[in-house]
Nanobody
Framework: QVQLVESGGGLAQPGGSLRLSCAASGGISRINAMGWSRQAAGKQRELVAAIDSGATTTYADSVKGRFTISRDNAENTVHLQMNSLKADDTAVYYC??????????????WGQGTQVTVSS
């Protein structure tokens, strides 16, 4: 089992920034990639960004150029730097983990979610 704990969510103004962090623990040896998904009210959950052990990344078109995903040297923490935030970024953000690399990313573990609200 893998446990994922998110932090860093909250309220930001349009154009502002937030940085989300996710700490992974437990049986992480089989994890090859981690990512962030989000679900806005009344919308389907979507993959925002992911990164694998080879540092390959993927981003949703809606966040390219604004969000950056990264991981620490221990490869057990992943971050999502969110800049130039828009109201449409408002959602619950979930940290996820996959047995496969970015090209075959499929989340099998989920964090509890952290609320991001972008509003003036």
């Amino acid at each position: 089992q893998v446990q994922l704990v998110e932090s860093g969510g909250g309220l930001a103004q349009p154009g502002g920034s937030l940085r989300l962090s996710c700490a992974a623990s437990g049986g992480i040896s089989r994890i090859n990639a981690m990512g962030w998904s989000r679900q806005a009210a009344g919308k389907q959950r979507e993959l925002v960004a992911a990164i694998d052990s080879g540092a390959t990344t993927t981003y949703a078109d809606s966040v390219k150029g604004r969000f950056t995903i990264s991981r620490d040297n221990a490869e057990n923490t992943v971050h999502l730097q969110m800049n130039s935030l828009k109201a449409d970024d408002t959602a619950v953000y979930y940290c996820t983990a996959s047995y496969y690399s970015v090209s075959s990313f499929f989340p099998v573990y989920w964090g509890q979610g952290t609320q991001v609200t972008v509003s003036s």
